[in-house]
């Protein structure tokens, strides 16, 4: 039966549809794939949650937030349970097809508890994790490290008895798409990325040196500065875990141009540099292996270019073609009036810390 609830209940119990047309056969495909279903039983199961959805929000309004205390699907989406603190309500919700469970608290006091641990980390820093209202355990669960840094968020609510503690190695982190020419920001400052990188299995980018030391960290994409050398050389790499490396640089107009490798052009090759403040620009090589001497020291073994960047643009790709061919160090003049502008070679920075060009 492809039914919602229990196989007494008249309301749910017709057979599922065929296949609603309206769904895109890459979303059955993928929840095949990722869900370990047939193909029946995709449709089955959309059909399923379509009816709980409505009856969810039937019951929310039936019941109101005087005794509502959430709804949940079983695994496999045949039935849908609805919380209620009233047991005098479970006739009601059998009605629409659904599965009575009768808990202590409602809905709106378990956000309430929620938004009381947001405000106590607002506040201050808090080793914990995550929080979140869990309606099938009707609490309000904190997962962190350890047992004493959740229970420390917890005292923070005014119901502590609502709130779960888990010790957990979840460490959420934001999923950000690694594109060179990229911004990142090292607290107040900002630079650009220059290309996405591996080492070993750790995603990350490298940049230019003067942007960081290593240990410093970084936001989107969060990292921290594994290794950086500056003056002497200007380069530096970022692990960035948990975010996305891409063969890709930001383009003319934002289209993404694929890093297909890092082989160097010859003095007199077209060249482009992708960077934060002045975007898409590009010039000329005109000469390897030049010194340049920075109010910070010497940095040896840069590439002079044609192509003018501006504040903000350091640690920026260069590009020539679909080679990878350096990070923005600095230059001269500017993109009103034009300018030269030096770079370090990308594949001496990839030699100096083992680190894999991502190419496509």
């Given at each position: 039966?492809?039914c919602?609830?229990?196989?007494?209940?008249?309301?749910?119990?017709?057979?599922?549809?065929?296949?609603?047309?309206?769904?895109?056969?890459?979303?059955?495909?993928?929840?095949?794939?990722?869900?370990?279903?047939?193909e029946?039983?995709?449709?089955?199961?959309?059909?399923?949650?379509?009816r709980?959805?409505?009856?969810?929000?039937?019951?929310?309004?039936?019941?109101?937030g005087?005794?509502?205390?959430?709804?949940?699907l079983?695994?496999?989406?045949?039935?849908?349970?609805?919380?209620?603190t009233?047991a005098a309500?479970?006739?009601?919700?059998e009605?629409?097809?659904?599965?009575?469970v009768?808990?202590?608290?409602?809905?709106g006091?378990?956000?309430?508890v929620?938004?009381?641990?947001?405000?106590?980390?607002?506040?201050?820093?808090?080793?914990?994790?995550l929080?979140?209202v869990?309606?099938?355990?009707?609490?309000?669960?904190?997962?962190?490290?350890?047992q004493e840094?959740?229970?420390a968020?917890?005292?923070?609510?005014g119901?502590?008895?609502?709130?779960k503690?888990?010790?957990?190695?979840e460490?959420?982190?934001?999923?950000?798409?690694?594109?060179?020419g990229?911004?990142?920001?090292?607290?107040?400052?900002?630079?650009?990325?220059?290309?996405?990188?591996?080492?070993?299995?750790?995603?990350?980018?490298?940049?230019?040196?003067?942007?960081?030391?290593?240990?410093?960290?970084?936001?989107?994409?969060?990292?921290?500065?594994?290794?950086?050398?500056?003056?002497?050389?200007?380069?530096?790499?970022?692990?960035?875990?948990?975010?996305?490396?891409?063969p890709?640089v930001?383009?003319?107009?934002?289209?993404?141009?694929?890093v297909?490798?890092?082989?160097?052009?010859?003095?007199?090759?077209?060249?482009?540099?992708?960077?934060?403040?002045?975007?898409?620009?590009?010039?000329?090589?005109?000469?390897?292996?030049?010194?340049?001497?920075?109010?910070?020291?010497?940095?040896?073994?840069?590439?002079?270019?044609?192509?003018?960047a501006?504040?903000?643009?350091?640690?920026?790709s260069?590009?020539?073609g679909?080679?990878?061919?350096?990070?923005?160090?600095?230059?001269?003049?500017?993109?009103?009036?034009?300018?030269?502008?030096?770079?370090?070679?990308?594949?001496?920075?990839?030699?100096a810390?083992?680190?894999?060009?991502?190419?496509?």
């Amino acid at each position: 039966m492809a039914c919602l609830a229990f196989p007494s209940t008249p309301a749910l119990a017709e057979p599922a549809p065929a296949g609603d047309p309206t769904t895109p056969p890459a979303v059955i495909d993928a929840l095949e794939r990722d869900l370990g279903l047939t193909e029946q039983q995709v449709v089955t199961r959309l059909a399923n949650e379509q009816r709980a959805a409505a009856a969810e929000a039937a019951l929310n309004a039936s019941l109101g937030g005087d005794s509502f205390a959430g709804a949940w699907l079983s695994a496999d989406a045949s039935k849908l349970m609805v919380a209620t603190t009233d047991a005098a309500e479970a006739k009601a919700i059998e009605a629409k097809g659904a599965q009575p469970v009768v808990v202590s608290r409602t809905l709106g006091q378990l956000n309430a508890v929620k938004d009381q641990l947001d405000q106590a980390a607002a506040k201050g820093r808090t080793a914990a994790s995550l929080w979140y209202v869990d309606v099938t355990t009707n609490s309000v669960v904190v997962l962190a490290a350890s047992q004493e840094a959740g229970e420390a968020l917890a005292a923070a609510a005014g119901d502590k008895d609502a709130v779960k503690v888990a010790v957990s190695t979840e460490s959420p982190q934001p999923f950000i798409d690694i594109i060179g020419g990229s911004a990142y920001y090292i607290g107040s400052s900002r630079c650009s990325v220059g290309f996405s990188v591996t080492r070993g299995s750790t995603p990350g980018f490298v940049t230019a040196g003067h942007c960081g030391r290593a240990g410093a960290r970084t936001t989107n994409p969060t990292g921290t500065f594994q290794g950086s050398s500056f003056p002497g050389n200007d380069y530096a790499w970022v692990a960035a875990t948990g975010n996305n490396p891409t063969p890709y640089v930001r383009g003319s107009g934002g289209t993404l141009v694929t890093v297909r490798g890092s082989t160097q052009a010859s003095v007199g090759a077209s060249i482009c540099r992708s960077g934060s403040t002045t975007g898409w620009r590009c010039g000329t090589i005109q000469q390897h292996n030049a010194t340049v001497r920075y109010a910070q020291g010497a940095v040896y073994g840069l590439t002079r270019t044609s192509a003018c960047a501006q504040p903000g643009d350091s640690g920026g790709s260069f590009i020539s073609g679909n080679q990878a061919q350096g990070v923005t160090s600095g230059g001269s003049g500017n993109c009103s009036t034009g300018g030269t502008t030096y770079h370090q070679p990308v594949n001496e920075i990839l030699s100096a810390y083992g680190l894999t060009l991502r190419t496509g």
